[in-house]
């Protein structure tokens, strides 16, 4: 069955300090990749997604991500960290060739926390 | 763009009534919308899938009688818990997508507790 794993359940880092969460997929295919992170109190927010060419992303806030076909991963990063960039990450995919059936598998989330 | 809204924003009710949540999508017209449950710390969990006019395909071990989704226009979806008991409390999401984009827009959800 198709799945994502985000292997790391909580990460803490120093301000300032650099980034990056793990996230890895088993499909056959490539499929549509997603990142989005969840403030408290807030609604999901798409950071960036990658569905082809450039394996190289950039979103939003500071954040990219890299697609590694070899490695089915699409990690995210950012290069120095914000404390307002505590929240919850999860990593989603779309099944390529799904047809109307379009819906994400998300992977099971990582917690960030920054210190000051 | 593409903003999608939720009401209530939070819900106390007691054991055995029902509530209603509503989601709308506020600037762009939502084919599909999607139901999730998480629960604290916790993943999200899709229950339904609804698109306009249809009738929503809910997921494995979601029960339809309990959780009863309407779509009847492309701006508003409806989620009513049926007969609530303590343990349907849970964050309740909705989030919408156009045409058949993978990308969905999400609401901020719905906090239930059912005492």
């Known amino acids: 069955a198709q799945s994502v794993t985000q292997p790391d359940i909580h990460i803490t880092v120093s301000e300032g300090a650099s980034l990056e969460l793990r996230c890895n997929y088993s499909?056959?295919?490539?499929?549509?990749l997603f990142w989005y992170v969840q403030s408290p109190g807030q609604g999901l927010q798409l950071l960036l997604k990658y569905f082809s060419g450039d394996t190289l992303v950039q979103g939003i806030k500071g954040f990219e991500a890299e697609f590694k076909r070899s490695q089915s991963s699409f990690n995210l990063r950012k290069p120095s960290v914000h404390w307002s960039d505590a929240a919850e990450y999860f990593c989603a995919v779309g099944e390529p060739n799904a047809g109307n059936n379009r819906k994400l598998i998300w992977g099971l989330g990582t917690s960030l926390a920054v210190n000051p | 763009g593409a903003v999608v809204s939720q009401h209530p924003s939070w819900v106390i009710c007691k054991s055995g009534t029902s509530v209603k949540i509503e989601c709308r999508s506020l600037?762009?017209?939502?084919?599909?919308m999607f139901w999730y449950r998480q629960f604290p710390k916790q993943s999200l969990m899709l229950m339904a899938t609804?698109?306009?006019?249809?009738?929503?395909?809910?997921e494995q071990g979601v029960e339809k009688d309990k959780f009863l989704i309407n779509h009847a226009s492309l701006t508003l979806s409806t989620l009513t818990v049926t007969s609530a008991h303590p343990e349907d409390s849970s964050f309740y999401i909705c989030s919408a997508r156009q045409g058949v984009s993978y990308e969905q827009y999400f609401g901020p959800g719905t906090r239930l507790t059912v005492t």
């Open positions: 600037d762009f017209q939502a084919t599909t």
């Open positions: 609804s698109n306009e006019g249809s009738k929503a395909t809910y």
């Open positions: 499909y056959g295919a490539t499929p549509y």
